[in-house]
């Protein structure tokens, strides 16, 4: 038996997801929480359109890890289109 | 801020129960990984429970297999800081993230093992995607 420290959290709570927004942003990092001001993720790195597609930004991160350029982001509920883990993705 | 040392404690003799070596200052790391040769997996350890919790078991598995690392050593972040940031300098491409564990062979990385692929994961299969990366990198060609 292994030792666990945080039971009794959001279902995706410590998680790496990938966070696409309705307005077509793509925001990568370890989701904590969320509540009334949104999805809390931790963490976090954000697609650069210009640096790349979103795709390769992903496949990126998934080989090198996460450019962390904030600790903490609140996403408004409303505008979050899709949470997706990344160890669940196809790359 | 790091946990109560005796929190931790436990998650310490997980690893060194399974033949691991702590690295706790910066002069431990630079013996163990300058001018590192043969085969070593470095072992990032967490208090995370969401995927350190299924790290260490995962690794304790795969290090029944065959085919295995000469070294294991591990630094624990969050913990020991110095130790730990120096340890992630000898695999500078790769952003931090714990747990995660590299595999080296003569001062290269050959693997990584990010986070976000224990995550959710029963220790069986992160033991198997060890075992498979260990059977690449660390087997004898014939």
Redesign the interface.
């Known amino acids: 038996m292994?030792?666990?420290?945080?039971?009794g959290h959001h279902a995706l709570?410590?998680?790496?997801v990938v966070l696409d927004t309705t307005s077509g942003e793509t925001y990568l990092g370890r989701f904590d929480s969320e509540d009334e001001r949104g999805v809390h993720l931790l963490d976090v790195g954000r697609h650069d359109a210009e640096a790349g597609s979103r795709e390769d930004y992903i496949r990126r991160?998934?080989k090198?890890?996460?450019?962390?350029e904030q600790k903490h982001v609140v996403l408004p509920k409303g505008s979050v289109a899709r949470v997706t883990?990344?160890?669940e993705l196809q790359l | 801020m790091p946990y109560n040392p005796t929190l931790v404690a436990?998650?310490r003799e997980?690893m060194t129960r399974m033949g691991a070596k702590e690295l706790t200052t910066v002069q431990e790391v630079d013996a163990a990984l300058g001018d590192q040769e043969g085969t070593m997996l470095v072992f990032v350890n967490s208090?995370?429970?969401?995927?350190?919790?299924?790290a260490?078991?995962g690794l304790r598995l795969a290090l029944a297999h065959g085919v295995k690392p000469q070294q294991v050593v591990t630094v624990f972040a969050g913990q020991d800081l110095e130790a730990t940031a120096r340890a992630r300098q000898y695999f500078s491409?790769?952003?931090?993230?714990s747990p995660s564990m590299a595999l080296l062979r003569d001062g290269e990385v050959v693997h990584f093992v990010?986070?976000?692929?224990?995550?959710?994961?029963a220790?069986q299969a992160v033991a198997a995607d060890l075992t498979s990366a260990f059977d690449k990198h660390f087997g004898v060609a014939v």
């Open positions: 292994s030792h666990v420290f945080h039971p709570h410590g998680i790496t991160s998934a090198f890890g996460i450019r962390v883990p990344l160890g | 436990p998650m997980e208090v995370c429970g969401c995927a350190a919790g299924n260490r078991p491409e790769y952003q931090p993230s990010h986070r976000h692929q224990i995550e959710g994961r220790p």
